[in-house]
């Protein structure tokens, strides 16, 4: 059973970076694609970015294309979201999570294939 720690939060003026880790223990997350997702206030949870399990393939929600970065170190178990360029709009909750099934990164914006989820890290961003 895998377990996944979020980290790397807080509160950032606009405009400014963060850098989000989600470090997984209990098992390997090299042959699963992850994703980071982002709830706020009084909305719905949605895709921000995903990764494939060997970390050459990526994508992003268009809101956040050219700000946000994703990337994995399989060695450590560790998979990251740069965040910059930051707006008001980035504030929520940021959760990363695991694809239920080895190697498929398909349909990635779908929070129902991914079958372990961390407690969250929030970001509050300061206009």
């Known amino acids: 059973q895998v377990q996944l720690v979020e980290s790397g939060g807080g509160l950032v003026q606009a405009g400014g970076s963060l850098r989000l880790s989600c470090a997984a223990s209990?098992?390997?997350?090299?042959?699963?694609?992850m994703g980071w997702f982002r709830q706020a206030p009084e909305k719905e949870r949605e895709f921000v970015a995903a990764i494939s399990s060997g970390g050459t393939r990526t994508y992003y929600i268009d809101s956040v294309k050219g700000r946000f970065t994703i990337s994995r170190d399989n060695a450590k178990n560790t998979v990251y979201l740069q965040l910059n360029s930051l707006k008001p709009e980035d504030t929520a909750v940021y959760y990363c999570a695991k694809r239920a099934s080895p190697y498929d990164v398909s349909y990635y914006t779908r929070a129902d294939l991914y079958d372990t989820w961390g407690q969250g890290t929030q970001v509050t961003v300061s206009s």
């Open positions: 209990g098992r390997t997350l090299n042959s699963y694609a």
